[in-house]
């Protein structure tokens, strides 16, 4: 007679199985470039697809519909390669450039007239008066004045914007965010909060308690400062998973409370470039030290401003390893010494071309976005992995 704990082991087998086969028919599908639509059960569930794109097997699991992951990929190619991302960032900039004049107590003073709000004078001004040529080669009605003047004009005439200490540059850069997966799970609370989401397989395994690591399910893990919430809660939650910490600012006696768990594993590692000697390693041989077989269903960072160096070194090894998933805090300011611009704040503009990078190169599209209250420096997104080519 089998045992309640025997029964639950051969359900996680018939699940997994069962769901096997739902993403390998998927993935036949698609590889044919068909431009039908057909419906696969997945867990109970009704899963619709459609599509001549080349989406990661591994996305279908983590949506209940793909007509609307096809949708968001769709809406990312308008953003990062038809020009949408100019035209946010130029209507962002151009709502502060009034904005930049008056924080530095700049007037703008029509010829003849009193000093005046230089946006919506000029605006006003060249809809109701000709200029020749449309304006080309012609001086501005007037001229600024002030004591600031030459700080943030070019010529006397063109302004460089200062963009504003808030999340907006975040906002204007990453594009639309979506879908919603099937099942998001949530480790940690307030600040140390991550989602990520949690395909059909390895939910159905997680349910069953099956305690063994099932080396299909591998977490990379980057920074940690002896701090072991995280892959506390992924035991918990995920017990099937093994998660791989990466840290190399700890002293050489290595962490003194990581978990006593075979799925918990410790490396006195960072991430750097192609260049980079001991105890720095680009991502590929990051990958290499943990003797897995295949890329990790996720990667977790918060590493205050190394995450631009990090992702470079991840898009620069070969495609076969890039995570799943990417669930990372981003950063347009760091206290980090070690970080080239740690001086300056990151602008609009390079947050943009990351995720226009990760997009373009990587198939990646944010599905889960949240800022903090107190930290317009900081976003938390989750990327997922959605086109492989």
């Given amino acids: 007679m089998l045992t309640r704990r025997a029964i639950r082991l051969l359900c996680a087998v018939l699940t997994s199985v069962y769901l096997g086969l739902g993403v390998l028919l998927r993935s036949v599908y698609l ?17 619709t697809a459609s599509s001549s794109m080349p989406i990661c097997p591994s996305a279908l699991e983590l949506f209940d519909n793909i007509t609307s992951l096809e949708t968001m990929i769709e809406k ?21 450039v009034q904005k930049t004049l008056d924080n530095l107590n700049i007037q703008f003073v029509p010829n003849g007239k009193p000093a ?20 080309y080669g ?40 979506g879908p919603e997966c099937a099942t998001k ?29 099932d080396t299909d399910c591998n977490i990379f893990s980057i ?3 002896d701090q072991w919430d995280f892959e506390i809660e ?8 093994r998660t791989h910490t990466f840290d190399c600012t700890l002293n050489k006696r290595g962490p003194k409370n990581k978990p006593k768990s075979d ?28 003797h897995t077989d295949r890329p990790p269903k996720i990667l977790k960072m918060d590493i205050e401003g190394f995450e631009y160096d990090v992702l470079l070194s991840l898009l620069a090894a070969p495609k076969e390893i890039w995570p799943e998933q990417i669930m990372m805090e981003v950063h347009t300011q760091t206290r980090m010494v070690d970080v080239p611009w740690m001086l300056r704040a990151r602008q609009a503009g390079e947050i943009s071309l990351l995720f226009g990078t990760l997009f373009n190169v990587g198939g990646y599209i944010p599905v889960n976005v949240k800022y903090f209250k107190g930290c317009y420096s900081c976003m938390e997104i989750l990327l997922v992995r959605a086109l492989c080519t």
């Avoid at 540059?169 to 990453?174: E, G, M, P």
């Avoid at 035991?235 to 998973?241: E, R």
């Fill in 31 to 47: 590889q044919h470039n068909s431009q039908h639509e057909f419906t696969i059960p997945v867990n109970g569930r009704t899963t």
């Fill in 76 to 96: 990312a190619k308008d953003f990062h390669q038809r020009g949408g991302n100019l035209i946010s960032i130029e209507k962002y900039l151009n709502s502060h």
């Fill in 116 to 135: 005046a709000k230089a946006v919506p004078f000029l605006k006003e001004y060249y809809k109701t008066t000709k200029v020749k040529r449309g304006g």
């Fill in 138 to 177: 012609q001086p501005l009605p007037g001229k600024y004045t002030g004591d600031n003047v030459k700080k943030v004009l070019m010529d006397d005439r063109w302004i460089d914007v200062i963009e504003p200490a808030t999340s907006e540059r975040f906002l204007v850069s990453v594009g639309d965010v």
């Fill in 185 to 213: 799970m949530q480790v940690g609370k307030g600040y140390q909060e991550k989602v990520f989401c949690v395909d059909h397989k390895e939910r159905a395994i997680a349910n069953v308690n099956v305690n063994d690591a």
């Fill in 223 to 225: 920074g940690s400062n």
């Fill in 234 to 241: 992924v035991m918990a939650k995920l017990p099937h998973c």
């Fill in 263 to 290: 799925n918990v594993l410790f490396y006195p590692y960072c991430v750097g470039t192609e260049k980079s000697e001991l105890p720095y390693l680009n991502y590929q041989k990051l990958w290499e030290n943990t």
